[in-house]
């Protein structure tokens, strides 16, 4: 099937493309939005297996979120909504108890959707999954913080529409909405640290926009398979990216890895 691709749209010039077809790509959530940050190195990491030095692991974020699947599956066995989505007032729907939950959930497999035509997988894995009484599935992602407002950044909203966009292509009916709990730190009030922090919850919603999905990982995926760098692109401070900063002044010294410097 012959298929147009503007990559204009992505600031990425013209593009050669190579005719292999033949290689099934994975791309994940977070890949995709290494496209949209930054095609160069979106490019480096599937065309040439380079990956960007990863930052450091968000541990205390991780370990709350271990928790609080913990508390939601104690949840789930009862039967009941857990009382922070209570509270916020949603009652016509369950958490999700299918078989599926557990793959879904798990970061080396997740939810996936391979488009036959790309030959090219789509995946990312959710924190928790709403059944509502018609049937439709609303995702939900804990996020935890310690800053003074809770904001919704860009990439989380398309967190979200890539997930929507995954379970709709695999045939699910989905919820229009798609459910943020957040834990931040209660930081006012408090005397010290004492072994011990608290935090508020609350449910923030946002409306699930999936259309641009699509197109995207089909630009990914034709990307991901050209010959040609891309120009780069970040949505760093001021575009500004350290790492390439620090090849671009490294370069100039004329220093190697195998120098050992
Ligand atoms: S600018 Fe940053 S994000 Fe882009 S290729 Fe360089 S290291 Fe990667």
């Known amino acids: 099937m012959a298929r147009s691709f503007n990559f204009h749209n992505y600031g990425l010039g013209l593009v050669t493309m190579t005719a292999k077809f033949t290689n099934t790509l994975k791309i994940s959530r977070s890949g995709l939005k290494l496209f949209l940050d930054c095609p160069r190195c979106f490019w480096l990491d599937l065309y040439h297996k380079v990956k960007k030095p990863p930052g450091y692991p968000f541990t205390l ?33 369950k958490l999700f108890n299918g078989d599926e939950l557990s793959e879904w959930r798990n970061n080396f497999k997740g939810i996936s959707y391979f488009d036959e035509d790309l030959n090219a997988y789509l995946y990312g894995a959710v924190d928790d999954v709403l059944e509502f009484s018609d049937g439709s599935l609303g995702v939900i992602d804990y996020k935890s913080s310690g800053a003074k407002e809770i904001i919704i950044y860009d990439d989380y909203q398309k967190q979200m529409d890539v997930y929507n966009y995954i379970l709709k ?36 919603p946002v409306k699930v926009n999936t259309e641009w999905v699509g197109p995207t990982f089909e630009n990914a995926v ?28 490294a370069s100039q010294f004329k220093i190697t890895p195998d120098l050992n410097i």
């Not at 209660?186 to 010290?192: F, L, M």
Request: glycine share 8%; charged share 30%.
């Open 61 to 93: 974020s991780i370990a709350v979120d271990y928790l609080v699947k913990k508390e939601f599956d104690t949840y789930r066995e009862q039967g009941k909504l857990p009382p922070v989505l209570e509270k916020h007032g949603i009652k016509d729907a």
């Open 169 to 204: 292509q695999k045939g699910y009916e989905t919820y229009p909405e798609a459910f943020f709990v957040f834990y931040k730190v209660i930081k006012e009030g408090e005397t010290g640290f004492y072994n011990s922090l608290k935090f508020t919850e609350e449910v923030r």
């Open 222 to 249: 034709e990307l991901a398979r050209s010959e040609t760098p891309p120009a780069s692109g970040t949505s760093g401070k001021n575009g500004h990216c350290d790492h390439c900063h620090f090849v671009e002044l």
